[in-house]
């Protein structure tokens, strides 16, 4: 279930401001930061991306 491209176009990542990327297809749905300095993981429950830092995976 990816989320609408509507939504996709005004969120962003909380953290630095950059655009995310929809990965919600996936088995462990989450946007990522498009940031090269920051990269943040942030996951998607029932549909609602969940865009708390603290909430947030670090990139490996």
Excluded: F, K, N, Q
């Amino acid at each position: 279930m990816s989320l609408e491209a509507g939504l996709l176009e005004i969120l962003a990542c909380p953290a630095c401001h950059s655009p995310l990327t929809d990965r919600s297809e996936t088995d462990t749905p989450e946007l990522i930061c498009t940031g090269p300095e920051c990269a943040l993981a942030y996951p998607v429950r029932d549909g609602i991306p969940v865009l708390l830092v603290d909430e947030a995976r670090r990139p490996a």
